[in-house]
């Protein structure tokens, strides 16, 4: 059973910072685009960060200059270092990515269980 684990989410204060890191587990074949989503209470989630499997990556106007989205291919792990938080950044923050469990197989849409940050004022 393949498994997106997030970790790395908490209580922060303005300005600071936190590294948030998504470790993908179990029969993985391969790993193509990975991405870090938000929901913040009463919104829909919205895309924060992505990168690709050469390392392209993209993020959200609100973010950029902030985050930078990272992977390591050989942990299996993508990271997410957030710096200048603001109250605005409050979120539950969840790990996406396509994997391949098998050469036979399609590439699978999985998503992590989520972890909370609190920016606080």
């Known amino acids: 059973q393949v498994q997106l684990v997030e970790s790395g989410g908490g209580l922060v204060q303005t300005g600071g910072s936190l590294r948030l890191s998504c470790v993908a587990s179990?029969?993985?074949?391969?790993?193509?685009?990975m991405g870090w989503y938000r929901q913040a209470p009463g919104k829909q989630r919205e895309l924060v960060a992505s990168?690709?499997?050469?390392?392209?990556?993209n993020y959200a106007d609100s973010v950029k200059g902030r985050f930078t989205i990272s992977r390591d291919n050989a942990k299996n792990t993508v990271y997410l270092q957030m710096n200048s938080l603001k109250p605005e950044d409050t979120a539950i923050y969840y790990c996406?990515?396509?994997?391949?469990?098998?050469?036979?197989?399609?590439?699978?849409?999985?998503w992590g269980q989520g972890t909370l940050v609190t920016v606080s004022s």
């Open positions: 996406n990515g396509g994997i391949k469990t098998s050469p036979l197989t399609r590439y699978l849409e999985l």
């Open positions: 179990g029969r993985i074949f391969s790993i193509n685009t």
């Open positions: 990168i690709t499997s050469g390392g392209s990556t």
